[in-house]
T-cell receptor, first 111, second 111 residues
Framework: DQQVKQNSPSLSVQEGRISILNCDYTNSMFDYFLWYKKYPAEGPTFLISISSIKDKNEDGRFTVFLNKSAKHLSLHIVPSQPGDSAVYFCAASANTDKLIFGTGTRLQVFP | EADIYQTPRYLVIGTGKKITLECSQTMGHDKMYWYQQDPGMELHLIHYSYGVNSTEKGDLSSESTVSRIRTEHFPLTLESARPSHTSQYLC??????????FGPGTRLTVL
């Protein structure tokens, strides 16, 4: 039973436009959420995170929104750049250091 | 930039061989983790350690074993490799509760 779900395996966006990556979770005990970015043949790199006490966190072009009632979070990238093309993983934890990962969404940003 | 290293990056080996995947970090992190990831799937935690001489099994059952004799070193061993062990193995470390830094991974193929 997957506790963190990324239902879109892929997303294609034009350069300069907004990319929106979605993540749903089932465990109401999750209190911290993270987004990681992964290039082929490399390990995931931390991108941005959000605590359950907030509903938005922004870092440059990246913003994460959390809707606790819907158990949904999203990552917005604006403007999208070709270098953003990668696989994006959503992860969550419940008052612990152990992370539960989604299956990832492959983002492709084309010129 | 995170300083966590994994060797080898790629390994192709025959069934029945013993292998050790190396992971080292120079950040002085107490917590270290091993994940297994198959293409298009989520990362699964297979082992973790909270410090020297501390090792625990993760959520995904694995036939591998780990050791933590030094803070900076967290090797993973398979006594007898099988084709079902073919996967990508990712090592991570952390200082804070949630943010984990990942190594580049080892892609293992067992023939």
């Amino acid at each position: 039973d997957q506790q963190v779900k990324q239902n879109s395996p892929s997303l294609s966006v034009q350069e300069g436009r907004i990319s929106i990556l979605n993540c749903d979770y089932t465990n109401s005990m999750f209190d911290y959420f993270l987004w990681y970015k992964k290039y082929p043949a490399e390990g995931p790199t931390f991108l941005i995170s959000i605590s359950s006490i907030k509903d938005k966190n922004e870092d440059g072009r990246f913003t994460v929104f959390l809707n606790k009632s819907a158990k949904h979070l999203s990552l917005h990238i604006v403007p999208s750049q070709p270098g953003d093309s990668a696989v994006y993983f959503c992860a969550a934890s419940a008052n612990t250091d152990k992370l539960i990962f989604g299956t990832g969404t492959r983002l492709q940003v084309f010129p | 930039e995170a300083d966590i290293y994994q060797t080898p990056r790629y390994l192709v080996i025959g069934t029945g061989k013993k292998i050790t995947l190396e992971c080292s970090q120079t950040m002085g992190h107490d917590k270290m983790y091993w994940y297994q990831q198959d293409p298009g799937m989520e990362l699964h935690l297979i082992h973790y350690s909270y410090g020297v001489n501390s090792t625990e099994k993760g959520d995904l059952s694995s036939e591998s074993t780990v050791s933590r004799i030094r803070t900076e070193h967290f090797p993973l061993t398979l006594e007898s490799a099988r084709p079902s062990h073919t996967s990508q193995y990712l090592c991570a470390s952390s200082w804070l509760l949630n943010e984990q830094f990942f190594g580049p991974g080892t892609r293992l193929t067992v023939l």
